[in-house]
């Protein structure tokens, strides 16, 4: 089973700290991606990776950038952590190109910024 | 960009059929139709995806009518287990586009 993780479950952040959110896939998957979820917004996209150092905005990318060194890890860097910017984040990964709709997700982190 | 409409909720018992049907009004030539579950505390995961006409996998069946406005994920003899949200996802399949999850329709089976 292809599995994606994510470094934490839960976690709490002041106005202003830098953030980092760390996702990891297991399958040799070439596309990943950080979403945000929010209740009666659904899932939006904000970054996407198709290769190591290679990235696309998405809907949302205000406020946030990522990095892909390595092809199985993708983190997600919130420069000054706002209180608009609690949430949950998704990261998910899929292999390459033909599968970027098929996507396997990891359990998300719930960021909390106070 | 096709944007998704989705019902809210919907509620079921078991045992019984349930269609969710999802609008794209502005589906492009090149997209496909994705759907996704979700239950609480837990990222989506992916059930189904088609074209056109009818997809059927062991978990679901997707229906694509020809104009391709709409379609329908249809879950037979649902369970308890099946309450969840589920996601419509339309976009292309290799490119680079931005992919837009609708807000999903959150699905309550009863006993």
């Known amino acids: 089973d292809v599995k994606v993780t994510q470094s934490s479950r839960y976690l709490v952040k002041r106005t202003g700290e830098k953030v980092f959110l760390e996702c990891v896939q297991d399958m040799d998957h070439e596309n990943m991606f950080w979403y945000r979820q929010d209740p009666g917004l659904g899932l939006r996209l904000i970054y996407f990776s198709y290769d190591v150092k290679m990235k696309e905005k998405g809907d949302i990318p205000e406020g946030y950038s990522v990095s892909r060194e390595k092809k199985e890890r993708f983190s997600l860097i919130l420069e000054s952590a706002s209180t608009n910017q609690t949430s949950m984040y998704l990261c998910a990964s899929s292999f390459g190109r033909g599968q970027l709709l098929k996507q396997y997700f990891g359990p998300g982190t719930r960021l909390t910024v106070t | 960009l096709a944007k998704t409409t989705q019902p809210i909720s919907m509620d079921s018992y078991e045992g019984q059929e349930v269609n969710i049907t999802c609008s794209h009004n502005?589906?492009?030539?090149?997209?496909?139709i994705t759907w996704y579950q979700q239950f609480p505390s837990q990222g989506p995961r992916f059930i189904i995806q088609?074209?056109?006409t009818k997809v059927t996998n062991e978990v679901a069946s997707l229906f694509i009518p020809a104009d391709r406005k709409s379609s329908t994920l249809s879950l037979p003899r649902v369970s308890l287990s099946d309450t969840a949200v589920y996601y419509c996802l339309v976009g292309d399949l290799r490119g680079f586009q931005k992919l837009v999850f609708g807000t999903g329709t959150r699905l309550l089976v009863s006993p």
């Open positions: 088609g074209y056109k």
């Open positions: 502005n589906i492009a030539t090149n997209d496909y």
